[in-house]
């Protein structure tokens, strides 16, 4: 089945350093993906939905400018925190919607721990 | 109040018991997915529901939607199925998804 992939599961970073984590479908081409972010014990909260040759839109609260998205194949999409702060330290994760007969399904990628020291 | 809420927020139960999980919401939707998240973060889709009923293995799943409600079941739970379960719409007319807050659920052998 169609399966999103998510790169590093894992990541510590020191103060001020600026992180990628990235997201690919892998057997099918997603011209929209969504990066959320998820506090412990708190549900998802989308960040910003991005889309495949054009700019990320951002929900409200979330600095683009911090949290960059590049979208640059219908097979890839990047998340960089950038100046990266503890605050910062969250579980990231992608998906990506693919139309079928029957509706849109989602695909959630496994997922990214930052821990920033 | 949350435009997708859940119930219970947490449950244990032991091995074998038939677990029910709630889900209400206010907003029209053009689709409702349930969610299962493991201990480790990452998250499966279980099913996408837009009318009905649907059963995979030992789960079950409906939707009302006059009353804006689907329940998520589990039948002869077994430890592995201990995860969080999330309810996931899609409003109408949007491609944004609204997330309850997650049921906790824990199988004891």
């Known amino acids: 089945g169609a399966v999103v992939s998510q790169h590093p599961s894992r990541v510590i970073c020191k103060s001020g350093t600026s992180v990628k984590i990235e997201c690919r479908s892998l057997?099918?081409?997603?011209?929209?993906m969504f990066w959320y972010r998820q506090f412990p014990k708190q549900s998802l909260m989308l960040m910003a939905t991005s889309n495949e040759g054009s700019k990320a839109t951002y929900e409200q609260g979330v600095e683009k400018d911090k949290f960059l998205i590049n979208h640059a194949s219908l097979t890839l999409s990047t998340l960089t925190v950038t100046s990266a702060h503890p605050e910062d330290s969250s579980f990231y994760i992608c998906?990506?919607?693919?139309?079928?007969?029957?509706?849109?399904?989602?695909?959630f990628g496994e997922g990214s721990w930052l821990t920033v020291v | 109040k949350n435009e997708v809420e859940q119930s219970p927020q947490n449950l244990t139960a032991q091995e074998g018991e038939f677990i029910t999980i709630n889900c209400s919401y206010s907003v029209g939707i053009s689709a409702l997915h349930w969610l299962q998240q493991h201990p480790g973060g990452g998250i499966v889709s279980l099913f996408m529901l837009s009318s009905g009923k649907k059963k995979h293995g030992r789960l079950i799943a409906t939707i009302n939607i006059q009353e804006k409600h689907s329940s998520l079941h589990i039948t002869a739970s077994h430890p592995r199925d201990s995860a969080v379960y999330i309810c996931a719409v899609r409003g109408t007319g949007t491609y944004k998804y609204i997330f309850g807050t997650g049921t906790r659920l824990k199988v004891l052998a």
């Open positions: 057997d099918f081409q997603a011209t929209t």
């Open positions: 998906s990506a919607s693919m139309s079928g007969s029957s509706g849109n399904t989602i695909y």
